[in-house]
């Protein structure tokens, strides 16, 4: 049994091309490599390992490209085919190509969940050795096999440079959302405890949100993410006015974000416009979320079918908002403790 194998890639590249038709796009990996090697097995039984010239790829037997998310919740594997069939031996490059459309290329980046990603692929085949290794050996095809079992990583910048952007065509920015640990907001005056407290018990839902919107494929999952983000806020709104006038002080005045005669009305009236945010979250994610069929609220009946960006949307929109209240917090009590 003899095969040709590359056995190791030193450099990848991702990319993405337009067909001929505007809803068709090529997604093209490119291997390169430094050589190629010959496997056989003699007559008895033992097995060697040689340097070839080279090889020409002829039918592909079977091709895929696999992406996974960096902490591996996510993967999505794509049909792929070998386009460049004439490979010499040394510094050499294989290409695959897997035909998409824009909503291909949409489910991936869904399942990748702004992440990094890894990407390995299989590729085997049939094909014939370069002129003189197939006279040394005697053989006319043997098989090839051109697949990268090591996953290599691509960042999520480049991911979307090669890949979305080009799809399409919206341009990206990335933001930091952090959720400090309950310790991170401990040791707060009393007069802050209700929101302190808060915080720290409600960033967990939206965390857990945040890792089903990745998971979720039907508008009943997306029903339930939307459903974590209401329990999350489910009276935050009202319980936090207790407080409002201390958050106003503590926040914005004592860390001199505003200052002068008007400060003290204008860091309340900001406080009561954040509040104000979380009570509509609330409320839209109540009136999205709770059921899929609901007639509480509204005189008529009606049906909800949320989707990914539904869900996305009213997950980050409450994580933002709930960490800019806790990196608030959480300057102010580094400050007071200094």
């Not at 050499?92 to 990407?119: C, P």
């Not at 040791?187 to 998971?215: H, M, T």
Request: glycine fraction near 6%; charged fraction near 25%; hydrophobic fraction near 40%.
């Amino acid at each position: 049994m003899m095969c040709v194998k590359i056995p190791s890639f030193s450099y990848v590249d991702l990319n993405v091309e337009k067909r001929e038709f505007p809803s068709e796009w090529l997604l093209q990996l490119t291997g390169h490599y430094d050589k190629v090697v010959i496997e056989y097995t003699d007559a008895s039984g033992k097995s060697f390992q040689e340097d070839a010239r080279g090889f020409y790829f002829l039918k592909t037997d079977s091709a895929s490209i696999e992406f996974e998310r960096q902490d591996s919740k996510g993967k999505v594997s794509v049909k792929a085919d070998i386009d460049k069939v004439w490979h010499v031996g040394g510094s050499s490059s294989i290409r695959l190509q897997a035909k998409l459309t824009a909503l291909d290329v949409q489910e991936i980046n869904h399942k990748l969940a702004g992440q990094d990603l890894l990407v390995q692929w299989t590729a085997t085949g049939y094909g014939f050795l370069e002129e003189s290794d197939a006279k040394r050996f005697g053989l006319s095809m043997v098989r090839i096999d051109c697949s990268n079992y090591k996953r290599q990583t691509f960042s999520r910048e480049q991911f979307v440079k090669r890949i979305l952007e080009p799809v399409d065509r919206f341009s990206r920015e990335f933001i930091e959302i952090t959720t400090p640990p309950a310790e991170a907001i401990g040791n707060v005056p009393p007069e802050l405890e209700i929101f302190a407290n808060l915080l720290k018990n409600r960033s967990g839902y939206l965390q857990e949100a945040l890792k089903k919107v990745v998971s979720a494929t039907t508008s009943r999952e997306y029903a339930e993410v939307i459903g974590d983000v209401r329990r999350a806020l489910s009276a935050m709104e009202k319980q936090l006015r207790q407080t409002k006038d201390a958050m106003a002080e503590k926040l914005f005045i004592n860390m001199g974000i505003l200052t002068g005669e008007g400060a003290i009305g204008q860091s309340k009236a900001i406080i009561n416009q954040l509040l104000d945010i979380l009570g509509r979250l609330e409320g839209l994610a109540s009136g999205l979320g709770i059921h899929l069929e609901t007639k509480e609220v509204m005189p008529k009946p009606y049906i909800s079918n949320p989707d990914y960006h539904d869900a996305r949307y009213i997950v980050l929109a409450s994580m933002l908002t709930l960490n800019y209240l806790t990196e608030r917090l959480r300057e102010f009590l580094t400050r007071r403790n200094v």
